[in-house]
DNA sequence: CGACTCATTGACCAGACTCAACACCGGTGG
DNA sequence: CCACCGGTGTTGAGTCTGGTCAATGAGTCG
């Protein structure tokens, strides 16, 4: 979502898959973009922060061949759905998405924002189905692993069966931080904590950490924060007014990280 | 606050000590293991939906072994501390925890209730450090699992590595409901899911679904769900007006699971 | 250019919070 | 045995944050 280098910069071989995007289909084809092929983690930006994280140059080369390829996945189209049967995780390479819950009786809620170096689809594997939708921000690409492979990967691989094990437990972290967000914060400490969140994952990837692009609507993040999207929008203009960030629609520059942490 | 846990208190005999001031543990009474001998999960009546579920009787028997045996945590205390250094998962026994998140700045967060069957310290894997505490709402006993003979035993038995991938995984789905639930529900909603949630727990361990004892404080189960305890205890009699449930301090009846349902 | 989605802003209102008083309950100690 | 006490639970009154409804503006795409 957030990435202020130009797109190339970071697909690099993901490029190509962009070029020869086929012409839309009316629901997202599932087919890999690259069948057989690995998917070259050692030249992926993102191999630090993702599954290949820590891993020995021959390790990594055999995960690479355990991926079933990529996928691309455009704008508003699904990754999967709630209650699809869950296969592979994915683990996004460029782009963005978020995850969206949808209860019987009640309004959707998104539930996370992707961003290029994670991983979705953790959610499907205690019942072998998708537990919520995932719907790209914007035109995406995602390595596709199946989830079996893994399986027997992490069985022979010590530091990826870790590795992976760390995704899956940072996940709940994550989940138990933004609770704690839902329960006990106001309005304003809830947007000022997403935008430190999006800033800090920004300097993680290399990105600037005061200077991005949302790539989700206001409604989202008010989804996302427990509020709704006029309060999301109240609140930016008000940090606006009080010399706190700089917003333009979608653009964003933060001007004071610290006085946004003070909220 | 409350006094700590002496880290020597590992757990020799639980049911002896369980016995001489135990309230009404979920578990019976089972036979005492050994010092330093396997956890006999064999026996336990909450091996189906532990980790050992779905495992051969040789399987269990290999995760007793690495089992470091039990430790009683009496009400009030805690099994571990944020920032405590992560060395093993847990398995509550008998007994019933609470895990706290406590941010740098503002009200500390109840993040979940955990009862016979659950494990409870996954969040620690991701840094090698607990992220909550987890403090005991009665005597309680818990397995000890260290976490890298688990890792080990997981590279060998794969149904035993599924379900622990499933645990997991459910936590994330766990927690991403509880989102849900703190993003958009009101108050009666929160209150009324939250009384039905313990309802199915309960049931899937054998449990009356309809009668039973809430251990934890009106002010424990606000901060789980997000408002104060005077609206958890102006709900409760508001249901109770309407027939929905009996409520005498902590014990509990619920008359109308479907009318709890429709909100 | 029109149609649409998305964002901003204002006015009003209600659900939940805060503050406060009081009841209850189990334990403790005189 | 009773008085006392702290922690807990209940209930009421007043307040305010954030939701709802509505109008308008900005941006985008065919």
């Avoid at 797109?7 to 993901?14: C, F, H, I, N, Y």
């Avoid at 995932?134 to 596709?144: F, R, T």
């Avoid at 199946?146 to 940072?170: D, G, N, T, V």
Wanted: include cysteine.
């Amino acid at each position: 979502m957030y990435e202020m280098l130009s797109k190339a910069e970071v697909l690099t071989d993901a490029a190509d898959t962009f070029a020869s995007c086929e012409p839309r289909p009316p629901v997202p084809a599932s087919r890999p973009a690259a069948a057989g092929a690995g998917a070259r983690c050692a030249s992926c930006m993102m191999r630090h922060i993702c599954m290949a994280a820590s891993l020995e140059a021959d390790d990594v080369e055999r995960l690479d061949r355990a991926m079933q390829g990529w996928r691309t996945v455009r704008h508003n189209e699904r990754l999967f759905r709630a209650g699809d049967p869950f296969r592979s995780l994915y683990a996004v390479r460029a782009g963005s998405f978020k995850t969206v819950v949808t209860p019987e009786r009640g309004k959707e809620h998104i539930s996370g924002f992707f961003m290029a170096g994670d991983a979705i689809g953790m959610d499907g594997i205690c019942d072998e189905t998708h537990a919520c939708d995932a719907i790209a921000l914007e035109d995406s690409v995602v390595c596709v692993l199946p989830y079996h492979l893994l399986e027997a990967l992490c069985r022979e691989i010590k530091p990826l069966q870790r590795q992976f094990h760390r995704m899956l437990s940072a996940e709940i972290v994550r989940e138990a931080n933004q609770m704690m967000l839902l329960g006990n914060m106001s309005a304003e400490q809830r947007v000022a904590s997403f935008l430190l969140g999006i800033s800090a994952r920004h300097r993680a990837r290399g990105y600037s950490a005061t200077s991005f692009v949302l790539r989700m609507t206001r409604e989202d993040i008010g989804s996302y924060l427990g509020v709704t999207l006029e309060t999301v929008s109240r609140t930016l203009s008000k940090f606006q007014h009080e010399g706190l960030l700089a917003v333009q629609g979608k653009s964003l520059e933060l001007l004071n990280l610290d006085a946004l942490d003070a909220r």
